[in-house]
């Protein structure tokens, strides 16, 4: 038992235990742990694996089951990723010393890659050597789902696997008609069970294929416990395994949900609004077309009793679910019709061009480094990637120079340091400068 003993200080303390006898243990489990991951693999449909540390958890386990694949197989570890791809697959990628390849799709933002099964089976084609897999963000923090049917139909033709954070998307599966991405032929994905489902922050989940289980399905359980605390919370746990029960009778209710959270989206529209992406269960406004930057259309749903998942200068996302109550749509909604539309705000986001990378995203992460502001970081070589959470999406990637462009698109978002590898660490020699601000 932990330290509190089970006496109450904040009210919890009764259902926070550890691995005492009858508990089970979340990376050998044989008892009611097993028993509930097993539960929850029927009604996803596949091997589905407890995580109480997020999609995090999960991501960098699921790159660990793709390099175990590639040496299984003996291929290219290399991993072809959406550029939108959250820090924890950076921060994966460093501490697993993965390459990879972006991509960048068309008209891709920051947060945003509109990638089609066509664009990588253009990168496929011409390709030396096919990634051993794809890595993608469907949906992604704005809402825009990829067509992951598509695009597994082509990576199964080139032998590679697709691996899809599904962070926000683990209600897909009970959709009337199931577009979760295990069901649309990924090979592994996590959802992030907090985010959509009633479910305590930590709480997610690892799925993988059955084909893909009969593989690796021995290193499943050793791949989480490999980046996971030996103090898995209990409370995460019975969160999750609660959530089963409501899982069971959830397709109603949520199908129900969704038809009026679209009556909402269409009354917003003839409001005058312009709405991004095409998720579910997320409104995504885009504000500068409203008239205001997406911070302050935030500020003002803030004041009205409103908050918001997310805002920058362009966008305002809310994530809602069933939990949410009819009140509250109509409240949101009355709020929303009763602000007044002005003038468009007419300014264009920073282009998101291909950078050029100097070292390995291991080496750069690994390498002393330094704080500068971002007009002193141009020419110099990104380090460990700072970001905010959400979106927790890198503008640069350790070990790429930092632009003009990245610079122009640092000071769009608000972000004045950056930081750089320290120039009298031995690898800044290892490449050549290409632009005169690297002499200092």
């Not at 919370?233 to 209710?253: G, M």
């Not at 291909?354 to 080496?363: F, L, N, Y």
């Not at 500068?372 to 990104?382: F, W």
């Amino acid at each position: 038992m932990p330290g509190h003993k089970g006496r109450a200080f904040i009210g919890a303390e009764h259902l926070d235990i550890t691995e005492i006898a009858g508990a089970d243990s979340l990376y050998e489990a044989s008892g009611i742990i097993a028993e509930s991951e097993k539960n929850a693999s029927e009604l996803f449909g596949c091997p589905t694996f407890y995580s109480t540390e997020g999609s995090s958890q999960c991501i960098r386990a699921m790159l660990y089951l793709a390099q175990l694949f590639a040496r299984e197989k003996e291929r290219n570890g290399t991993v072809l990723a959406a550029r939108n791809a959250h820090k924890t697959f950076h921060s994966a990628a460093a501490l697993l010393d993965i390459d990879v390849e972006w991509l960048y799709g068309h008209g891709s933002s920051y947060l945003s890659c509109d990638i089609s099964a066509q664009d990588i089976e253009e990168y496929f084609k011409s390709a030396k050597e096919v990634p051993c897999a794809v890595y993608l963000t469907s949906p992604d923090y704005l809402g825009n789902v990829l067509d992951i049917r598509a695009i597994s139909e082509v990576c199964r033709r080139y032998g590679a696997l697709l691996l899809v954070d599904n962070a926000h998307g683990a209600y897909l599966r009970f959709l009337q008609r199931s577009e979760h991405p295990i069901d649309l032929g990924a090979d592994i994905c996590c959802d992030s069970a907090h985010k959509t489902l009633p479910v305590l922050t930590g709480g997610a989940y690892l799925h993988i294929s059955k084909s893909l289980f009969d593989e690796l399905g021995y290193a499943v359980k050793d791949a989480l416990s490999l980046f996971g605390s030996t103090s898995p919370s209990y409370l995460v746990l019975q969160s999750l395994d609660a959530a089963n029960t409501y899982l069971e009778y959830h397709r109603e209710r949520l199908a129900d949900f969704i038809n009026k959270v679209n009556d909402l989206k269409n009354a917003l529209v003839n409001g005058g609004y312009s709405l991004y992406g095409d998720e579910a269960l997320k409104i995504t406004v885009q504000a500068k077309k409203y008239g205001y930057y997406g911070t302050e259309f935030a500020e003002i749903l803030f004041k009205n009793g409103i908050v918001c998942e997310f805002s920058d200068r362009d966008f305002t996302v809310m994530m809602l679910t069933p939990e949410n109550s009819e009140e509250e749509l109509s409240r949101l909604r009355h709020v929303m019709l009763s602000i007044s539309k002005r003038d468009e705000i007419i300014e264009s986001m920073p282009s998101f061009s291909k950078k050029i990378r100097a070292v390995s995203i291991r080496e750069a992460a690994l390498s002393p480094f330094e704080t500068v502001s971002v007009s002193d970081a141009i020419g110099r070589v990104s380090s460990v990637s700072v970001v905010g959470c959400p979106p927790a999406v890198p503008i640069t990637v350790s070990g790429e120079i930092i632009d003009e462009n990245a610079a122009e698109c640092f000071k769009y978002y608000g972000i004045s340091t950056c930081n750089v590898i320290k120039t009298r660490s031995r690898i800044f020699n290892s490449f050549f400068c290409i632009c005169s601000s690297c002499n200092r």
